[in-house]
């Protein structure tokens, strides 16, 4: 089945038609989204700043040990409240390129996460307070934060359109 014939499918569905009729559900989505995203960024800025050399005197592994997890559910709240708002209109988005943009710029922030994640370092490096991450760490925090801040704009920006 072509894409879009599946986006005809998704916005005929009762799921669409609700968060669309409804005057309350689909801006409660939106802030689901919003808090989301609020939770994933406000989690991932802090840890990608100090992979980056900021906060020097908090230790990485405790850091990481907190912001990972609200940086998660984070995520997951705004896949789930996305993917709600996306079915909405369908057929706008799967024609809109800054929504192509978006997805693969939110595919690579995860899968700079997941590699550094899959370090072998990840959970001896970074106890003691002060102690510099290893180089390549750098790199993923700064990449980390770019992917993120691209995500962030792209969806803005297919709100405008």
Request: cysteine-free; hydrophobic content about 55%; glycine content about 8%.
């Amino acid at each position: 089945m072509p894409l879009e014939a599946l986006a005809q499918a998704l916005q005929a569905s009762a799921w669409s038609e609700a968060l669309r009729a409804s005057v309350w559900l689909y801006p409660l989505v939106n802030t689901l989204h919003v808090v989301g995203i609020a939770l994933l960024f406000g989690a991932i800025a802090p840890l990608d700043l100090r992979l980056l050399g900021a906060f020097r005197r908090v230790p990485l592994a405790p850091l990481a040990a907190t912001l990972v997890p609200v940086a998660t559910a984070g995520l997951l709240l705004a896949l789930v409240s996305g993917a709600l708002m996306f079915a909405t209109r369908p057929l706008h988005y799967v024609a809109e390129p800054l929504f192509g943009l978006k997805l693969g710029l939110l595919g690579a922030a995860v899968l700079n996460a997941l590699w550094l994640r899959r370090d072998s370092e990840w959970h001896r490096v970074g106890e003691a307070s002060g102690e510099p991450p290893p180089r390549r760490w750098r790199w993923h925090g700064l990449l980390s934060l770019l992917l993120w801040l691209g995500v962030i704009t792209a969806g803005r920006l297919i709100g405008y359109r």
